[in-house]
Structures are given as structure tokens and as C-alpha cells.
T-cell receptor, first 114, second 113 residues
Framework: AQKVTQAQTEISVVEKEDVTLDCVYE???????LFWYKQPPSGELVFLIR??????QNEISGRYSWNFQKSTSSFNFTITASQVVDSAVYFC???????????FGTGTRLQVFP | DAMVIQNPRYQVTQFGKPVTLSCSQT?????MYWYQQKSSQAPKLLFH???????NEADTPDNFQSRRPNTSFCFLDIRSPGLGDAAMYLC????????????FGPGTRLTVL
């Protein structure tokens, strides 16, 4: 069975704090893809990153960074020096190699206060 | 800008009255998806089209149908909406099958009275 767990339902931080959003996944496949999407109040899901199961290198993009660890089946997302505009719901998702179906976690609502 | 457009953004319908939601894309992508997202829940895939090939998820109710008359447009038809169908409906596109990035539209929020 495939499953994505985002245990943090809601996180509140003050601007400029660093924050890490956790994502744990389950799959029996050896080839799979992991994604992070941002859903601001406007509603559309905004793609942030895709990582395949063979690439465990961590990635940094501006204030965003991702830590992929196959040993713990985790794909955590860190925002450094958070800003009010980062307030949104963040979804982690899993897709296996032979399907385009995204299995989403339940999302983490991040609120960044000024 | 190339994008995924959904109309209307808000739709109100009556219990049992058929409703159609619209999605169009200027990305010229081959794959179009429809997701249902209920309040405070994750999006759930209903079906997708790869070009003209329709792929229904096993647990998508028969009440939900879809049409794709051309590459740019895809419609979601709800034949007899129930109160439980109230949700945000998200359309997405991807260039091809194979775990490509999916581009999402802003969604249509459906209210059923």
C-alpha cells in the first residue's frame, strides 16, 4: 500500500523563524517520485519540487530546502527565515513509476505571523 | 502566460441538478486530470485523460463523468450532485505520462444546496 503521512496538521511561527515540515511515506516500489506542493489561500496547488527515489541528494532553492532520507522514508521540507507570504497549506505527495496518480498527504497548514 | 484556467471559480447548484465544471489549458499538455478536494482534506484523483484516452479511478462514483473534446478543454459533469459532492474541484495538466510535474488550476468551489 502507498501512503503519505504529514503528522503536523498546523504549524505557527513568527516571521524569520526557520520551520521544517515533515513527510513520511510508505511504498513497496523501488522506483517512485516524491513531490511537494504549496496551496495558498487562492486555491491552486503550486509545484515546488519533484525527487526520484534514486536521488537522495538534498536540494536547496533559495530559502527552501529538502532532505530526502530513504532509510527513514522521509522527505522533509525546511523554510529558512520564513515570511508571511509562506503562509499556506503544504502537501507532500508520492507517485510510483508506472502511474501518474499522486497520493497526497493530508497537508500541513503553515501560518507565519509578522 | 501559459496556464490552466477553471470556470467558474464558484458554482452553486441544487441537490440533484446536473452541473458542469470547465477546465482549459494553454500549455498544450497531453494529460489532463480532475481532482476532488473536500474541506481540510488532501486532493483525490477522480480521473485523467491522456490525449483522448480516458482513465477512471476505481473508486470514482458513476455520478462523475468527464469529456475532453479537444486538447485544450476538459469538462467535469456531475449528473446528480449530492450534499457530499460539495468540494473544491481541481484541474491539472502534465506534459506526458510518467511522473511529470502537474500544473494545477485555481479550482472551482462547488456548493450543493
Amino acid at each position: 500500500a502507498q501512503k503519505v503521512t504529514q503528522a503536523q496538521t498546523e504549524i505557527s511561527v513568527v516571521e524569520k523563524e526557520d520551520v521544517t515540515l515533515d513527510c513520511v511515506y510508505e511504498t513497496r516500489d523501488t522506483t517512485y517520485y516524491l513531490f511537494w506542493y504549496k496551496q495558498p489561500p487562492s486555491g491552486e496547488l503550486v509545484f515546488l519540487i519533484r525527487r526520484n527515489s534514486f536521488d537522495e541528494q538534498n536540494e536547496i532553492s533559495g530559502r527552501y530546502s529538502w532532505n530526502f532520507q530513504k532509510s527513514t522514508s522521509s522527505f522533509n521540507f525546511t523554510i529558512t527565515a520564513s515570511q508571511v507570504v509562506d503562509s499556506a497549506v503544504y502537501f507532500c505527495a508520492l507517485s510510483n513509476y508506472n502511474t501518474d496518480k499522486l497520493i497526497f498527504g493530508t497537508g500541513t497548514r503553515l501560518q507565519v505571523f509578522p | 502566460d501559459a496556464m490552466v484556467i477553471q470556470n467558474p471559480r464558484y458554482q452553486v447548484t441544487q441537490f440533484g441538478k446536473p452541473v458542469t465544471l470547465s477546465c482549459s489549458q494553454t500549455l498544450n499538455h497531453n494529460v489532463m486530470y480532475w481532482y476532488q478536494q473536500k474541506s481540510s482534506q488532501a486532493p483525490k484523483l477522480l480521473f485523467h485523460y491522456y490525449d483522448k484516452d480516458f482513465n477512471n479511478e476505481a473508486d470514482t462514483p458513476d455520478n462523475f463523468q468527464s469529456r475532453r473534446p479537444n486538447t485544450s478543454f476538459c469538462f467535469l459533469d456531475i449528473r446528480s450532485p449530492g450534499l457530499g459532492d460539495a468540494a473544491m474541484y481541481l484541474c491539472a495538466t502534465s506534459r506526458a505520462l510518467g511522473n511529470n510535474e502537474q500544473f494545477f488550476g485555481p479550482g472551482t468551489r462547488l456548493t450543493v444546496l
